[in-house]
């Protein structure tokens, strides 16, 4: 089983106080990333990993080079490629257009040798941007918001799942919202983006986000913990943790897509910086990435297949894991404004953020190919 994923929905309020959490997260995760790096793995192994894109054999690729469903694609690659830094923060299927742009070479065809790494937390990913060992992150964009609003200085520049993939796990006898009123809530942390989603989302259904009790328990793991043992009652989770919830016989009351829809926990990020520097690389980047999340809604056996090698899944988790993205990998990569600016509302009225900050400020769709 692959590696738990920590939610890291960045906590802090807007001033000074926010500023110096920003600065403090953005140093420690910056040590961490510094510390872990080094060892060759897939783009979902453990944190800290790195890999590079050149087509791969052997367990990470489930087919020969030059198969036409499964392996390298038949366009033959430039004759020259530029060197580019991912730090990602997703796993398994949520980053399998990743590791299939990696496994089948269309990074490669787009001129692009990308190096990933592996983090545990967008602050880590941060770290990584902010000093310049990484081009681009996959990360939160909640995270991205965030920083921003604390005067730090991120963009985001297309995004790889096109909705929320945070399914509602509640405790044995929850069957659904109303019988929330007067229970408890795993969470990351107060003011946290985790939070406040949950609050969005028992005030949205119509039963009030002051019904629930609000208990800090830890990250994915541990919420997951505490509603086996009906410590709290329900949590947010994703995959691999949805499936063994459902395993355990939680129940899933589904995702909070129709409560926040048109917002995103996979996104690509930059600073201002790196996106002048490297305009054309990251276009050639993000349109490789559209190419390969085609390829992953297209071949499900074959994705699944790969799936199954990248992150050592049995065929079961892996096709469990992978439905449950499948109908959100992105089609266009455009970040929502819309979507965004539902985020910054719900930020500022649930204690993420202090005042809402313009969301046009916070992306843009330049670097994505025309469509």
Same mark, same amino acid.
């Given at each position: 089983?692959?590696?738990?994923? &920590?939610?890291?929905?960045?906590?802090?309020?807007?001033?000074?106080? !926010?500023?110096?959490?920003?600065?403090? !997260?953005?140093?420690?995760?910056? &040590?961490?990333?510094?510390?872990?790096? =080094?060892?060759?793995?897939?783009?979902?192994?453990?944190?800290?990993?790195?890999?590079?894109?050149?087509? %791969?054999?052997?367990?990470?690729?489930?087919?020969?080079? #030059?198969?036409?469903?499964?392996?390298?694609?038949?366009?033959?690659?430039?004759?020259?490629?530029?060197?580019?830094?991912?730090?990602?923060?997703?796993?398994?299927?949520?980053?399998?257009?990743?590791?299939?742009? $990696?496994?089948?070479?269309?990074?490669?065809?787009?001129?692009?040798?990308?190096?990933?790494?592996?983090?545990?937390?967008?602050?880590?990913?941060? !770290?990584?941007?902010?000093?310049?060992?990484?081009?681009?992150?996959?990360?939160?964009?909640?995270?991205?918001?965030?920083?921003?609003?604390?005067? #730090?200085?991120?963009?985001?520049?297309?995004?790889? &799942?096109?909705?929320?993939?945070?399914?509602?796990?509640?405790?044995?006898? $929850?069957?659904?919202?109303?019988?929330?009123? =007067?229970?408890?809530?795993?969470?990351? #942390?107060?003011?946290?983006?985790?939070?406040?989603?949950?609050?969005?989302?028992?005030?949205?259904?119509?039963?009030?986000?002051?019904?629930?009790?609000?208990?800090?328990?830890?990250?994915? @793991?541990?919420?997951? !913990?505490?509603?086996?043992?009906?410590?709290? %009652?329900?949590?947010?989770?994703?995959?691999?943790?949805?499936?063994?919830?459902?395993?355990? #016989?939680?129940?899933?009351?589904?995702?909070?897509?129709?409560?926040?829809?048109?917002?995103?926990?996979?996104?690509?990020?930059?600073?201002?910086?790196?996106?002048?520097?490297?305009?054309?690389?990251?276009?050639?980047?993000?349109?490789?990435?559209?190419?390969?999340?085609?390829?992953?809604? %297209?071949?499900?056996?074959?994705? $699944?297949?790969?799936?199954?090698?990248?992150?050592?899944?049995?065929?079961?988790?892996?096709?469990?894991?992978?439905?449950?993205?499948?109908?959100?990998?992105?089609?266009?990569?455009?970040?929502?404004?819309?979507?965004?600016? @539902?985020?910054?509302?719900?930020?500022?009225?649930? =204690?993420?953020?202090?005042?809402?900050?313009?969301?046009?400020? &916070?992306?843009?769709?330049?670097?994505?190919?025309?469509?």
């Amino acid at each position: 089983m692959r590696k738990a994923r &920590l939610m890291n929905w960045f906590p802090g309020n807007s001033g000074s106080g !926010a500023r110096r959490g920003v600065t403090a !997260a953005i140093t420690a995760g910056l &040590l961490l990333f510094a510390s872990a790096c =080094g060892s060759s793995s897939s783009p979902s192994a453990a944190a800290g990993s790195s890999t590079s894109s050149a087509p %791969q054999g052997g367990s990470t690729s489930p087919s020969t080079p #030059g198969n036409s469903s499964t392996g390298t694609p038949s366009s033959a690659a430039p004759t020259s490629v530029e060197t580019f830094n991912l730090v990602n923060t997703k796993y398994a299927a949520e980053a399998l257009p990743i590791t299939a742009g $990696i496994s089948r070479g269309i990074f490669k065809k787009h001129g692009i040798d990308l190096h990933v790494t592996q983090a545990n937390t967008s602050s880590v990913a941060s !770290a990584a941007l902010i000093s310049g060992r990484a081009d681009l992150g996959l990360m939160q964009s909640a995270f991205v918001v965030s920083t921003d609003a604390a005067g #730090g200085n991120l963009k985001l520049v297309g995004q790889l &799942l096109d909705q929320l993939d945070y399914h509602i796990i509640t405790a044995k006898g $929850i069957k659904n919202l109303p019988d929330l009123v =007067g229970k408890k809530m795993g969470d990351p #942390g107060a003011n946290n983006g985790n939070t406040a989603t949950m609050k969005a989302v028992m005030d949205k259904a119509g039963y009030g986000a002051d019904k629930l009790t609000y208990v800090t328990v830890g990250a994915q @793991a541990a919420i997951l !913990a505490a509603l086996q043992a009906n410590q709290v %009652q329900v949590g947010l989770l994703v995959a691999p943790f949805t499936i063994q919830a459902r395993g355990a #016989g939680l129940n899933d009351l589904g995702t909070v897509e129709k409560y926040l829809p048109n917002n995103t926990a996979a996104a690509f990020a930059g600073t201002t910086a790196t996106l002048q520097k490297k305009a054309d690389l990251v276009r050639n980047f993000l349109a490789a990435v559209l190419e390969s999340a085609q390829w992953v809604s %297209q071949n499900p056996t074959d994705a $699944i297949t790969l799936l199954m090698s990248s992150d050592k899944l049995t065929k079961e988790v892996a096709t469990e894991d992978y439905n449950e993205v499948k109908d959100i990998y992105t089609k266009t990569g455009k970040v929502d404004p819309d979507g965004l600016t @539902a985020w910054i509302q719900v930020a500022t009225k649930y =204690g993420v953020m202090k005042s809402p900050i313009p969301a046009d400020g &916070l992306f843009t769709n330049e670097y994505l190919p025309t469509q």
